[in-house]
């Protein structure tokens, strides 16, 4: 049964099924996190949703990532891995400011990855290896 405001516990917690949060999970000292992120493989173009963050995204070399304003909270991480040849490329919207080393914004061949973070309303960093 769901319960409002905070819960706080000295100890450990266990749970043999899923814990559920529709706000954040705050701590300090250390975990251990065994799962990894969920994998999506793509066809298709996508876009930096909050339906795709926190995602592994396996992306072909003929697709584009489009970056615009999005519900996504600032934090969210897309992680991308290039699995054709080609060049996987990622496009800013308007109003959108898209920071990597060099203004590089296609994945640099087949194998290569970045992740693209949102740490502000409209400003994303990309780092990986780009071209």
Same mark, same amino acid.
């Given at each position: 049964e769901p319960v409002g405001g905070t819960f706080t516990v000295r100890g450990t917690i266990s749970s043999s099924g899923a814990i559920n949060t529709l706000s954040?999970?705050?701590a300090s000292g250390h975990g251990l996190?065994?799962?990894g992120k969920p994998i999506k493989t793509h066809t298709a173009n996508l876009t930096a949703s909050?339906?795709?963050a926190g995602f592994y995204h396996i992306v072909g070399?003929?697709?584009t990532c489009s970056i615009s304003i999005s519900s996504a909270p600032i934090g969210a991480e897309y992680e991308f891995f290039q699995t054709q040849s080609g060049n996987f490329l990622f496009k800013s919207g308007s109003g959108i400011s898209l920071i990597s080393?060099?203004?590089s914004l296609r994945l640099a061949q087949l194998g290569s990855s970045? /992740?693209?973070k949102? /740490?502000?309303t409209s400003t994303y960093h990309l780092m990986g290896d780009l071209t």
């Open positions: 954040h999970i705050t996190f065994q799962a909050l339906a795709n070399g003929t697709l080393k060099n203004g970045a /992740v693209l949102k /740490v502000g």
